[in-house]
């Protein structure tokens, strides 16, 4: 499986120089598993939130107005940057799927 990601909010510049450029990108990165069929099919969910900052610069080469953005320039640039770790958030996600399909800890009483 794959995680995904998504961007969920930016935060852009209204004001010149930079206007409409991008400063905050808040993103979710999302995957899950199903197991089982039936009565017994159980879907195990792992997620990760965060944001990433830039500095927006109309003067440089490749700088995307905020009309002309797509969600995969942004997920580019979030991949690209130093602030975000794509594969150790991955594996964050992953772990939280295989935690929920075999928990360290469980919860109940041995009697009915």
Do not use: F
Not at 12 to 26: C, E, L, S
Not at 49 to 70: F, H, M, N, R, V
């Amino acid at each position: 499986m794959a995680a995904t990601w998504k961007i969920v909010e930016l935060e852009r510049n209204t004001k010149a120089p930079n206007k409409d450029g991008i400063i905050v990108a808040h993103w979710r990165c999302e995957d899950s598993e199903t197991v089982g069929s039936g009565e017994s099919e159980v879907t195990h969910y792992g997620s990760a939130y965060g944001t990433c900052s830039w500095q927006p610069d109309s003067s440089k080469e490749g700088y995307i107005k905020y009309a002309d953005l797509t969600e995969a320039d942004v997920i580019g640039w979030l991949h690209a940057s130093e602030d975000v770790d794509k594969d150790a958030i991955e594996a964050s996600v992953a772990a939280q799927i295989a935690e929920s399909k075999a928990p360290k800890v469980t919860m109940g009483v041995p009697w009915s």
